[in-house]
């Protein structure tokens, strides 16, 4: 949670839109942020051929971040905030995270066994936060692997991906194997994903625990 609990702040960037998008229904933003999702995973996965795609893929990662920010805002400016809403926002999540860390997780770019592990760590961290609420738990955001962070990490990587292979080092090279820029994020996501999950997991055993 790095970044998840900075949220606040990116307040001014998301009022002024949302209040001109006040009588838009917060679903239908949810379902921009949804398909922008989908293609930055299709963008990434195709940018192993197209090198140019990893900054477009880049801007579409970060696209789809603010329209998921932005249905939660014009649904509270509007009064129009939910349980429904709440409950779809929270599945488009977990496929925006799918496709995004999945077009490279099944690229060329990334091991698809450390593909595997990096959707593992994802959606157990995301998983452990809303269980424990579901169980009467406090929802837990706690951990170093956050939505926000997520996002941003997805943002900057295929963008140090591309500068890298314009300044002619597209992998790192330790003894006999190389580690593609962007697969160092996949072993983040992979390693520290699911150590966040285990974290929740124990902090929310904790917490029940202590209610006997």
Known sequence: ????????????????????????????????????????????????????????????????????????????????????????????????????????????????????????GVLLTSYMGTQAQAIGAPRLYAGLLGRADRVVLSTLFPIIQFIMIVLGYPYIVVAEYSVSWLEVMMIWFAVVGNLTAVQRGIITWKNLSKKG
């Not at 795609?53 to 649904?75: E, I, N, T």
């Not at 709440?86 to 770019?109: E, K, P, Q, T």
Request: hydrophobic letters at 55%; glycine letters at 10%.
């Open 1 to 120: 949670m790095v970044l998840d609990g900075q949220r606040g702040k990116a307040d001014f960037a998301l009022t002024p839109v949302a209040k001109r998008l006040i009588y838009v229904n917060p679903n239908t933003i949810s379902w921009i942020g949804l398909i922008l999702a989908f293609l930055s995973g299709v963008l990434l996965y195709f940018s192993f051929e197209y090198h140019y795609l990893l900054l477009a893929g880049a801007v579409v990662v970060l696209a789809s971040g603010y329209f998921d920010a932005l249905d939660g805002k014009v649904a509270k400016i509007a009064g129009k905030a939910s349980v429904k809403g709440d409950y779809l926002d929270h599945v488009f999540d977990r496929y925006a995270d799918v496709f995004m860390i999945g077009g490279v997780a099944v690229s060329a770019w990334c091991n698809p066994y450390i593909g595997m592990l990096a959707l593992v």
